[in-house]
């Protein structure tokens, strides 16, 4: 059975904890989409990691853990992350790479910063990982696949040299930089094969054969539906699909295989980078539930940076839950709102005034003022509560007031940072 892990608004749901916990009882978690410019945050017995690249099964002895072949594979940072959690007391994972996945070179990485440069006070806000450089790569057939390090020099050599003749046009024309040579890149294609030869295999062929013995199968995404590229809030995206959808070409699984997708909610808004984000709060306001949010606050797990902050969006979040396809809804990161006397919610939005309860595409998004319905807060601590009836009236009057809203089964809700903090709540909308 494959199941889904997926955001619904702008990523940092808190996707690596719900992927961690269901992680317990997989055989396998698979990596689809998206490279090392997001992470995942997660606390469990073995301590706090932010994850980038592995996936976030590698916390479980059980699991075969595979980077799939839709993902942006930085191989430095890869090697660096598993050696780190090894030496942090977690026993070596059982980790796979496809030989189909594309890497991230370093030129990538260049082209990235020298673009975000370029463009200044206009840019993208991109954490200068390379990944839409290597993305446009991809598409444009100039990218490099992990399995052709392990094939003919020659041939490798000659792709090189056609990729390095579009290249040097940019890099000394629009950028005015360096141009590279082949023998620097296939140096550092040799070394990225010495360090990545252990791990590389024909994922789906292993894939394969766990749908063929029913094995349970999590698919693990990146950021969240307002990030796709089609889907979300346009040009402000990630360069890779986010959705559940994508999971099937992004792990090499035929699409009907895919059963339930649990799509993570913040009980809260946040987003790291530029893009239209309506609910948005600012000031004293929003540095209080920045403090107080997240685990250790809200700061990127891969930069650093403070995340901006917003009130629950219910327009998002339903639209969010409506591209994943949401069969689950887990709402994470609860307790952090005990400290509130009256909690917003945006239950709409005013564009040009007309309310409207559907997600508009970026221009007209740009425009809209949210529409808040405020509900009575329940001014203490939840964590530790394993059960949803034990939970503060008021507490579970705003998970139901937000399922009624988004209109998707709330099924699990986080009221901790640990696995273990999870309430399990039979929801009226699951069929």
């Known amino acids: 059975m494959v199941k889904a892990v997926v955001g619904a608004n702008w990523g940092d749901e808190g996707k690596g904890k719900i992927t961690d916990m269901m992680a317990t009882e997989a055989d396998m978690v698979i990596r689809f989409q998206g490279g090392a410019n997001a992470g995942h945050t997660i606390v469990n017995d073995y301590g706090k990691f932010a994850l980038h690249t592995l996936p976030s099964g590698v916390f479980n002895q059980d699991v075969v853990n595979i980077i799939g072949n839709g993902v942006a594979l930085n191989i430095p940072i890869f090697i660096k992350e598993l050696k780190s959690v090894v030496e942090q007391g977690v026993p070596a994972p059982t980790i796979y790479v496809s030989d189909r996945a594309q890497m991230v070179m370093s030129y990538h990485i260049a082209f990235d910063a020298y673009e975000e440069e370029r463009l200044a006070g206009k840019s993208f806000g991109s954490t200068k990982s390379g990944i839409a450089p290597f993305y446009s790569d991809k598409y444009a057939k100039i990218g490099i696949q992990v399995g052709e390090l392990f094939s003919d020099e020659a041939r490798l050599r000659e792709r090189v040299e056609n990729i390095l003749v579009r290249k040097n046009v940019v890099l000394e024309h629009l950028y005015h930089k360096p141009a590279l040579t082949v023998d620097e890149v296939m140096k550092e294609l040799r070394e990225y094969r010495d360090m990545i030869a252990p791990y590389v295999k024909d994922t789906a062929v292993l894939i394969g054969d766990a749908l063929k013995e029913d094995k349970v199968i999590l698919l693990e995404g990146q950021l969240g539906t307002l990030k796709d590229p089609d889907h979300g809030i346009y040009p402000m995206v990630t360069s890779s699909h986010t959705l559940a959808a994508f999971g099937a070409i992004g792990a090499g699984i035929p699409p009907y295989e895919i059963k339930e997708i649990v799509t993570v909610c913040k009980a809260y ?154 309430i399990y709540r039979k929801s009226p909308l699951k069929k």
């Open 269 to 422: 808004s946040s987003a790291v980078g530029a893009g239209a984000f309506v609910s948005e709060i600012f000031g004293e306001e929003a540095d209080e539930l920045r403090r107080r949010g997240g685990d250790g606050g809200e700061y990127g797990a891969t930069t650093g940076r403070p995340r901006r902050m917003g009130w629950f969006d219910c327009v998002a979040s339903k639209y969010g839950c409506k591209m994943q396809g949401a069969t689950d809804v887990a709402f994470t990161v609860l307790d952090v709102l005990g400290y509130l006397d009256e909690i917003p919610v945006c239950v709409g939005y005013d564009v040009d005034g007309e309310v409207t309860t559907d997600f508009p595409m970026t221009s007209t998004l740009e425009k809209a003022k949210p529409v808040l319905q405020t509900l009575p807060g329940w001014k203490c601590d939840i964590r530790g509560i394993k059960n949803y009836e034990d939970l503060p009236e008021n507490c579970r009057k705003y998970i139901e007031f937000v399922e009624e809203q988004i209109g998707y089964p709330i099924t699990m809700v986080s009221n901790g940072p640990g696995r273990e903090d999870i």
